[in-house]
């Protein structure tokens, strides 16, 4: 009897009503505007794109500096962000929504491009620094901490070191990099349900290798 008991303390605490208090943001990281469309910088972006399609949410709303729509990912309510402050503000965004659902930072994923890992590569971590990323610079610096998970997506190296790290990230994809990136969005979506169903453990086992 006690077993029953504890699955429904884990379901209950797992699960969110529909329409119910937003709990968590889903960040995706870019640059506004239609001359960033498909760049490598915007790969954020275009992750919450996909992620919210699949979720039947649409990100048209303007509010909290940003695009976003609130909809149920891993049975929680979720708030889906797209900030609209230029990448090197993302923070602001970010700090405002956090402030009016009073959401910690440990419920606060970000997605971004990370120009360390090739295009189809992800990697998960629970926390940590910047790494030279000024999206995540600014988000650290705007809610004063460092513990939030981040979704790091490959977008390649550069091709040469004397080329302008700025020119590479503002590049735009080939078709072949899209190609593997759309199916790369479908592991990225499982990583953000998994952190939200509360296993970060299992997120990190899968999505790290």
Known sequence: MSDIFDLFKKI????????????????????????????????????????????????????????????????????????????????EAVAAAADFYKIPPENII??????????????????????GHNGLKSI??????????????????KPTPEMDLADFVLGKYSDADKKTLHSLFEKVYHCAEDILLGDMEKAMNLYNG
């Open 12 to 91: 209950g605490s797992t699960s969110a009503a529909p329409g119910g208090k937003v709990t968590h943001l889903l960040v995706g990281l870019g640059n506004p505007g239609a001359q960033y469309a498909f760049t490598r910088h915007n790969t954020g972006f275009m992750a919450l794109d996909f992620i919210a399609e699949k979720c039947g949410v649409k990100t048209e709303k303007a509010k909290y500096k940003s695009l976003c729509g609130e909809g149920e990912l891993g049975g929680r309510r979720v708030l889906f962000m797209k900030p609209q402050t230029y990448m090197n503000l993302s923070g």
């Open 110 to 131: 970000v997605m971004s491009d990370d120009i360390s890992f090739d295009v189809g590569v992800m990697r998960l971590r629970r926390s940590g620094s910047a790494g």
């Open 140 to 157: 650290i610096a705007c809610l004063g901490s460092e513990n939030f998970p981040r979704i790091k997506i490959g977008v390649g190296k």
